[in-house]
């Protein structure tokens, strides 16, 4: 081989391995040497909110999802609102609904005492959601680590790409596709629903539309706290089972036509997801384990890794 040749082999080598570092992007034991107590000590603060508020886990759920779904896993959701940085916070799927920012601050808070600006806020987002999962009876997973932080937020991307309580199932199905999720992860993340809960004026038209797809009694029932008019922020739990117990019920409320948001019960409404819904009501193991293999997928939409992005020392700044 040339000398030529042999510097050209040389540089494909480089180039190989720089992708194939790429690829490999997030791995669980990332801060097995920088930082080996960074998860317990997330999940000890994670607990301890948990267990002063049972609600706040379904919020540490959906920020972790609402950070995903906007520019990739990078924390943009916490950033605060400044001259140069228009936040994700107060766009319209966000603004009064999304919670749990205080608690996330809080483990980052305790992670620095230890390991200072080692640990990435959108990990901790990462891992705030299995522990808050775990906490209240759902399944755990092996979360993947080393991602970075973001330094720019898109309040304008979080009011195009975030699925709202109004969509229908092909909007919802193309929504989730268009993250690189296909329609069984969407089915099963929509299964978070089986905690937490939604203000009135998400569900209002659902319940005073004498619709078929709503069970009569169930509409009756939610319109005692929500009234056709007024009282937009009354809270009703997504599942009026077993509200704060992650478990399979959310999928039978469906197919008894008691979903809460129009979004959810598109799920089980004559349509192709019908059947996965089915399945899940039947078989709490099967939801258990498809949730966990989502909630990882989604956890590697667009993470910045290697020298992009930043670690934040406080996570609603950049530093």
């Given at each position: 081989?040339?000398?030529?040749?042999?510097?050209?082999?040389?540089?494909?080598?480089?180039?190989?391995l720089s992708c194939m570092?790429?690829?490999?992007?997030?791995?669980?034991?990332?801060?097995?040497?920088?930082?080996?107590?960074?998860?317990?000590?997330?999940?000890?603060?994670?607990?301890?909110?948990?267990?002063?508020?049972?609600?706040?886990?379904?919020?540490?759920?959906?920020?972790?999802?609402?950070?995903?779904?906007?520019?990739?896993?990078?924390?943009?959701?916490?950033?605060?609102?400044?001259?140069?940085?228009?936040?994700?916070?107060?766009?319209?799927?966000?603004?009064?609904?999304?919670?749990?920012?205080?608690?996330?601050?809080?483990?980052?808070?305790?992670?620095?005492?230890?390991?200072?600006?080692?640990?990435?806020?959108?990990?901790?987002?990462?891992?705030?959601?299995?522990?808050?999962?775990?906490?209240?009876?759902?399944?755990?997973?092996?979360?993947?680590?080393?991602?970075?932080?973001?330094?720019?937020?898109?309040?304008?991307?979080?009011?195009?790409?975030?699925?709202?309580?109004?969509?229908?199932?092909?909007?919802?199905?193309?929504?989730?596709?268009?993250?690189?999720?296909?329609?069984?992860?969407?089915?099963?993340?929509?299964?978070?629903?089986?905690?937490?809960?939604?203000?009135?004026?998400?569900?209002?038209?659902?319940?005073?539309?004498?619709?078929?797809?709503?069970?009569?009694?169930?509409?009756?029932?939610?319109?005692?706290?929500?009234?056709?008019?007024?009282?937009?922020?009354?809270?009703?739990?997504?599942?009026?089972?077993?509200?704060?117990?992650?478990?399979?019920?959310?999928?039978?409320?469906?197919?008894?036509?008691?979903?809460?948001?129009?979004?959810?019960?598109?799920?089980?409404?004559?349509?192709?997801?019908?059947?996965?819904?089915?399945?899940?009501?039947?078989?709490?193991?099967?939801?258990?384990?498809?949730?966990?293999?989502?909630?990882?997928?989604?956890?590697?939409?667009?993470?910045?890794?290697?020298?992009?992005?930043?670690?934040?020392?406080?996570?609603g700044s950049v530093n």
């Amino acid at each position: 081989m040339s000398a030529s040749n042999r510097s050209l082999a040389a540089i494909f080598s480089l180039v190989l391995l720089s992708c194939m570092q790429c690829h490999a992007q997030l791995s669980s034991t990332f801060y097995d040497n920088t930082c080996p107590n960074a998860l317990s000590t997330i999940r000890t603060s994670i607990r301890q909110a948990v267990s002063r508020e049972r609600r706040i886990a379904a919020s540490l759920i959906r920020l972790h999802f609402h950070d995903c779904f906007v520019q990739g896993c990078d924390a943009s959701i916490l950033l605060n609102e400044t001259s140069s940085i228009e936040s994700e916070k107060t766009a319209l799927p966000n603004l009064g609904s999304v919670r749990g920012y205080g608690v996330i601050d809080d483990a980052k808070a305790e992670v620095e005492k230890i390991c200072p600006e080692v640990v990435s806020c959108a990990d901790i987002l990462a891992i705030a959601a299995r522990d808050a999962s775990a906490a209240v009876g759902g399944p755990s997973w092996t979360v993947k680590l080393g991602r970075r932080d973001s330094t720019s937020a898109s309040k304008t991307v979080a009011e195009t790409d975030l699925p709202n309580p109004f969509d229908s199932l092909d909007r919802l199905i193309s929504g989730f596709a268009n993250k690189g999720l296909n329609t069984r992860d969407m089915v099963a993340l929509s299964g978070a629903h089986t905690i937490g809960q939604a203000q009135c004026f998400l569900f209002r038209d659902r319940i005073y539309g004498n619709g078929t797809d709503i069970d009569a009694g169930f509409a009756s029932t939610r319109r005692r706290q929500c009234p056709q008019e007024g009282e937009n922020g009354n809270l009703a739990p997504l599942d009026l089972v077993t509200p704060n117990q992650f478990d399979n019920n959310y999928f039978k409320n469906l197919i008894d036509r008691k979903g809460l948001l129009q979004s959810d019960q598109v799920l089980f409404n004559g349509g192709s997801t019908d059947s996965i819904v089915s399945e899940y009501s039947n078989s709490p193991r099967a939801f258990s384990s498809d949730f966990a293999a989502a909630m990882i997928k989604m956890g590697d939409i667009s993470p910045l890794t290697g020298q992009n992005g930043i670690i934040r020392k406080v996570c609603g700044s950049v530093n």
